[in-house]
């Protein structure tokens, strides 16, 4: 493929759905050995009949016939036009698949797909070769199907997902409870319980479907909770065997995303596995599709590759699998196997403009070009020196966090990494020197620290920041971890109150070029909010400088800075987008009380759908989500996370709303958890769950 040094402006439009090469099954029935049938849709090449094709699988819960539909339409015609074969499926009790879905990832999951990839496998179309491509949950479907080993499946697309579920899951994060896993499973639970399309499985069938996923109903977020170490729940679906996968994997992940560890990780895990990866500046997303047919205006939903720039990914994706499923030699897996892009400022300042930076290619991970260097902890600076030793305590403040909403950052701006210097404000911060040239950084910053806690249980939180003229103080990696899973993730204990302990917390993955005229800072605390739930008490948390350092991970060369694929310029500067709060650390905070017991609130979203036509069905979908997250500046126990989601559906004659809330708080000793769960048909209240529990604090 031609190398890009120019900007290219012309979006790429998808197929028509009415291409004459394209033969669309709008849904098919694949029976399980239990008589269970999963629901799919289809898009063939017209010749496939007669001259089989390898096949690509999307194995997924969110309902192939109207939620993902503007997606699926756009790769799998995509595909089909290139001579490889798209299916999705909706997994058992999702969509308009038989049965009833209890919680992600489950046996009867993954059984499922071994029955499904065997099947498609077999099909008169499918040359017996079979992929599998997804993204966030597609991805792990994908990783997990991968470790079963099965012939038929071939390679694999994994974007923005995980195979370690504890590790960096939306869950929990160095053994902290996260904000994010109450958002999630509240849509979650919405996913779970809508109904099937009356018009697939019948005016007969739909209604009892549907009571049975309703009386399946369990208490996600609480489930959930109660599970704050690494245990059964969260290895069941991981990767943790280094031999397990044997199958190319193409990885995508985005420099913005919580994900974004496992690519360089698995590549490092597996080195006999032929793997490629590309790391883009984006957030939980594609690279960036096509618009589809007749699409004016910003871009549409399925363009993703935000920020920008994006790049032309369906291509590429279709030389993949012409070369794993159909034995092309069309050189996909020459040249650098892992691509960055580095910038040189960060994504949210930037948006609706592209993110200023270059492409760099690395012919393997890790790479001989990479090395690392390492700067001291001294009182107020970082030095290639060790310093004397000086304990010096963190700042106790609740309030460090609020310029880092969330570790899952989605296409809403509003959830990016925004400028840190208030929040460094209330940290323990120590800065380099001025650099007198380019640093180029490629991998994870690891913070080597020795800390001591007055409490049985606390948290340490850092953050490796550029720091400009003007004092901006810009993100570029973090880490945390619940000290009291300093050892063992699987077997946490408490602190000893005046002990030193030696830590070491590894920082997400970075591409960035630090410029000449900045520095480089790094800021500790003992609090992340509203990123993470406090520790049960106020800590005093110290670190000792001389025996406390961060090791950078230092790029001196690059392989080719000739990106292979093309790029998509200024794809949402051109629609007039807003852009994010870069500057404002408490936007959308509310504040009130008197100094000393503020109260501090972060509340975004709305409970209005907004309702969006279904293209090509007489059927309206609405989605609503509100997320309330609060705290009282004195009083870790003061912390309230409320999240909300309501989704509809809407045809005539059939008007179907969802709503799932949850509200926890915490005394020191325990998670006090709330969780509804409503339906509606046609206006009638038909479904109503609550409810509440006490679960033990485990060292959390």
Request: a negative charge.
């Amino acid at each position: 493929m031609p190398s890009l040094s120019h900007a290219q402006n012309d979006a790429p439009i998808a197929p028509a759905l009415n291409d004459p090469e394209i033969q669309i099954t709008e849904n098919i029935w694949i029976e399980m050995p239990d008589g269970a049938r999963l629901a799919a849709r289809l898009f063939l090449p017209r010749s496939a009949q007669h001259q089989p094709v390898g096949t690509v699988l999307e194995y997924l819960p969110y309902r192939k016939r109207d939620g993902y539909r503007y997606r699926d339409d756009v790769a799998g015609a995509f595909f089909a036009t290139h001579g490889i074969a798209f299916i999705r499926v909706d997994i058992r009790g999702t969509g308009d698949s038989d049965g009833a879905i209890e919680d992600e990832y489950r046996p009867d999951e993954q059984n499922d797909a071994v029955h499904v990839i065997q099947w498609i496998a077999t099909q008169v179309w499918c040359n017996g070769n079979v992929g599998m491509r997804g993204i966030s949950y597609g991805s792990f479907t994908g990783l997990q199907a991968a470790a079963k080993r099965l012939p038929a499946l071939k390679a694999i697309v994994s974007a923005c997902g995980t195979e370690l579920r504890y590790v960096d899951d939306i869950h929990y994060r160095g053994g902290c409870l996260l904000q994010a896993q109450f958002d999630w499973g509240m849509e979650w639970q919405v996913i779970m319980r809508a109904p099937p399309d009356p018009a697939i499985v019948g005016e007969e069938r739909w209604r009892h479907m549907w009571q049975q996923r309703l009386d399946a109903t369990r208490p996600v977020s609480i489930d959930w909770t109660g599970h704050q170490r690494l245990d059964d729940t969260w290895a069941y679906g991981s990767v943790e065997d280094d031999t397990a996968i044997r199958c190319p994997i193409y990885h995508v992940a985005g420099m913005l995303d919580c994900y974004v560890d496992s690519a360089p990780r698995l590549m490092e895990r597996m080195p006999d596995v032929p793997q490629k990866a590309l790391i883009g500046p984006w957030t939980h997303k594609w690279p960036g599709y096509p618009d589809p047919p007749g699409h004016s205006g910003p871009p549409s939903a399925a363009a993703n590759g935000v920020p920008g720039p994006g790049l032309d990914w369906l291509p590429e994706e279709a030389r993949w699998w012409r070369h794993w499923l159909a034995g092309e030699a069309n050189g996909v897996m020459d040249g650098p196997r892992l691509w960055t892009f580095q910038a040189t400022a960060t994504p949210g300042e930037e948006f609706p403009r592209d993110t200023p930076g270059r492409w760099v290619g690395q012919e393997h991970w890790p790479s001989e070009a990479v090395g690392h260097t390492t700067h001291y902890l001294q009182k107020g600076h970082l030095k290639p020196q060790p310093a004397e030793r000086e304990r010096l305590s963190c700042p106790q403040s609740l309030l460090v966090g609020f310029s880092t909403p969330t570790t899952y950052s989605s296409g809403d701006p509003l959830s990016w990494w925004r400028e840190q210097s208030g929040d460094d404000e209330l940290s323990l911060t120590f800065d380099g020197a001025l650099l007198t040239e380019p640093l180029d950084l490629l991998g994870q910053p690891t913070f080597h620290l020795r800390v001591r806690a007055d409490r049985p249980v606390a948290k340490v939180f850092a953050r490796l920041t550029e720091v400009t003229p003007d004092g901006q103080s810009n993100l570029i990696s973090y880490a945390i971890l619940n000290l009291t899973h300093r050892d063992s993730d699987r077997a946490p204990a408490p602190l000893q109150p005046g002990r030193d302990y030696d830590v070491i917390l590894k920082g997400v993955f970075c591409c960035r070029r630090i410029l000449p005229g900045n520095r480089l800072r790094v800021a500790i605390s003992e609090s992340w909010w509203p990123v993470t739930w406090p520790s049960p008490e106020t800590v005093t948390l110290e670190i000792t400088t001389g025996a406390s350092h961060v090791t950078l991970p230092v790029m001196h060369d690059a392989v080719d800075t000739s990106m292979p694929i093309r790029q998509l310029d200024r794809r949402y500067d051109q629609s007039g987008l807003p852009g994010p709060p870069y500057h404002d650390r408490l936007a959308h905070v509310r504040v009130e009380g008197t100094h000393g017991r503020r109260v501090f609130t972060l509340e975004t979203g709305s409970t209005h759908p907004e309702e969006t036509p279904i293209a090509g069905l007489d059927t309206r979908m609405g989605e609503a989500a509100r997320s309330r997250r609060a705290i009282r500046e004195d009083d870790p126990n003061s912390a309230e996370m409320e999240a909300e989601y309501i989704t509809t559906y809407q045809k005539p004659g059939w008007d179907i709303r969802l709503r799932a809330w949850s509200l926890t708080t915490s005394t020191p000793t325990h998670f006090l958890c709330r969780e509804t769960f409503d339906a509606w048909e046609n206006g009638k209240h038909v479904f109503s769950r609550s409810w509440q529990r006490r679960l033990p604090r485990d060292l959390v």
